[in-house]
């Protein structure tokens, strides 16, 4: 999945599948993971939010299963 690099201190880099509903996040310290499931409507929440970092923390990791693939 093709990612894009986002101003985040903890985030590295974000990609999004539509259709798949797959929200995949490298975090700074090397880490890529997976969310699945997650809408549009959401992910364009995410990427408007101030603060990427917390809105992972409160609105993605504790609502979505997610896979480490990297």
């Given at each position: 999945?093709?990612?894009?690099?986002?101003?985040?201190?903890?985030?590295?880099?974000?990609?999004?599948?539509?259709?798949?509903?797959?929200?995949?996040?490298?975090?700074?310290?090397?880490g890529?993971?997976?969310?699945?499931?997650?809408?549009?409507?959401?992910?364009?929440?995410?990427?408007?939010?101030?603060?990427?970092?917390?809105?992972?923390?409160r609105?993605?990791?504790?609502?979505?299963p997610?896979?480490?693939?990297?």
């Amino acid at each position: 999945m093709e990612r894009l690099p986002v101003s985040s201190s903890n985030l590295a880099s974000v990609g999004y599948d539509e259709v798949g509903q797959v929200l995949e996040v490298e975090f700074r310290n090397g880490g890529v993971y997976q969310y699945v499931g997650v809408s549009a409507d959401v992910f364009s929440e995410f990427m408007a939010a101030d603060s990427l970092g917390r809105f992972l923390a409160r609105n993605i990791k504790p609502r979505y299963p997610f896979r480490r693939v990297g």
